[in-house]
């Protein structure tokens, strides 16, 4: 309880903009494109798989998300985080046999992707599975108590055969304007809390690349909201490869 508290205290602190400029930066993967050291210190580890990819074993990642998670800003799943994290897992892990599943769909919330799970995800015996939900529940107004229930019996089903992993909603300030994305937030985070379960701070770290000034969010044009996804979803997938292996980057390396 000690550590979930500590955990929920520090994604509080920054979720509201204190302190999380001011922490130390360890990792850059891109121009600008950095990672806080303190960021990842108080989510639970992913030892099995980190196991799994450590002894070059053959490991299935499965992502489970929306849009975001299919990477249709960015012009596709080739260019969306999962393929990046792929990538990035096997610079890191290269004796590994790795393969990123992605079965990310547009308009899903986490009730729709939880009735897959048995279907879709079970038979591929994945080692661990990312689960990216809560903007569409919040944005079709999905009540809060059905959404920690879905996020409860999901999570349950999924860690009887696998690691878990939680992200959690994309940050943008116009569309934070429009819709009330904090209580699923933190229905995200207390549940991941409440099972220890880590949870990627997709949120957190996408409002530091904003307030750094790495990324503009708001830029209008399509070619440039495209070619600004594509970097985002390959920093992404590179923070998620630090996430999983818990192992510093040289200062300045690509992703």
Same mark, same amino acid.
């Given at each position: 309880?000690?550590?979930?508290?500590?955990?929920?205290?520090?994604?509080?602190?920054?979720?509201?903009?204190?302190?999380?400029?001011?922490?130390?930066?360890?990792?850059?993967?891109?121009?600008?494109?950095?990672?806080?050291?303190?960021?990842?210190?108080?989510?639970?580890?992913?030892?099995?798989?980190?196991?799994?990819?450590?002894?070059?074993?053959?490991?299935?990642?499965?992502?489970?998300?929306?849009?975001? +998670? &299919?990477?249709?800003?960015? #012009?596709?799943?080739?260019? *969306?985080?999962?393929?990046? %994290?792929?990538?990035? =897992? @096997?610079?890191?892990?290269?004796?590994?046999?790795?393969?990123?599943?992605?079965?990310?769909?547009?308009?899903?919330?986490?009730?729709?992707?939880?009735?897959?799970?048995?279907?879709?995800?079970?038979?591929?015996?994945?080692?661990?599975?990312?689960?990216?939900?809560? +903007? &569409?529940?919040?944005?079709? #107004?999905?009540?809060?108590? *059905?959404?920690?229930?879905? %996020?409860?019996?999901? =999570? @349950?089903?999924?860690?009887?055969?696998?690691?878990?992993?939680?992200?959690?909603?994309?940050?943008?300030?116009?569309?934070?304007?429009?819709?009330?994305?904090?209580?699923?937030?933190?229905?995200?985070?207390?549940?991941?809390?409440?099972?220890?379960?880590?949870?990627?701070?997709?949120?957190?770290?996408?409002?530091?690349?904003?307030?750094?000034?790495?990324?503009?969010?708001?830029?209008?044009?399509?070619?440039?909201?495209?070619?600004?996804?594509?970097?985002?979803?390959?920093?992404?997938?590179?923070?998620?490869?630090?996430?999983?292996?818990?192992?510093?980057?040289?200062?300045?390396?690509?992703?």
């Amino acid at each position: 309880m000690a550590t979930a508290l500590l955990r929920l205290g520090f994604r509080l602190i920054a979720v509201t903009g204190f302190g999380l400029l001011a922490l130390p930066v360890a990792t850059a993967f891109a121009a600008g494109c950095v990672v806080p050291s303190d960021a990842f210190v108080f989510e639970p580890k992913l030892p099995r798989t980190v196991a799994a990819l450590s002894a070059g074993g053959t490991v299935t990642i499965v992502a489970i998300g929306s849009a975001s +998670t &299919v990477g249709r800003a960015a #012009g596709g799943p080739d260019y *969306a985080w999962p393929k990046q %994290l792929g990538v990035s =897992l @096997a610079k890191e892990f290269p004796k590994a046999k790795i393969s990123v599943v992605n079965l990310g769909k547009a308009r899903q919330t986490a009730a729709n992707m939880a009735a897959r799970f048995a279907k879709e995800i079970l038979p591929l015996a994945p080692a661990l599975v990312i689960w990216e939900t809560g +903007t &569409v529940d919040a944005v079709r #107004g999905v009540e809060l108590s *059905a959404f920690r229930e879905t %996020l409860q019996s999901g =999570l @349950a089903q999924l860690r009887a055969a696998s690691e878990v992993m939680m992200m959690d909603i994309q940050f943008s300030r116009r569309t934070h304007i429009m819709t009330d994305f904090e209580p699923y937030e933190s229905a995200i985070r207390e549940v991941a809390d409440v099972n220890d379960v880590p949870m990627f701070p997709r949120n957190e770290l996408m409002r530091y690349w904003s307030e750094s000034g790495a990324f503009d969010y708001t830029v209008e044009k399509k070619d440039e909201q495209q070619a600004m996804a594509r970097r985002l979803y390959a920093c992404i997938g590179r923070a998620l490869a630090e996430f999983i292996a818990r192992r510093p980057h040289a200062e300045g390396s690509n992703p």
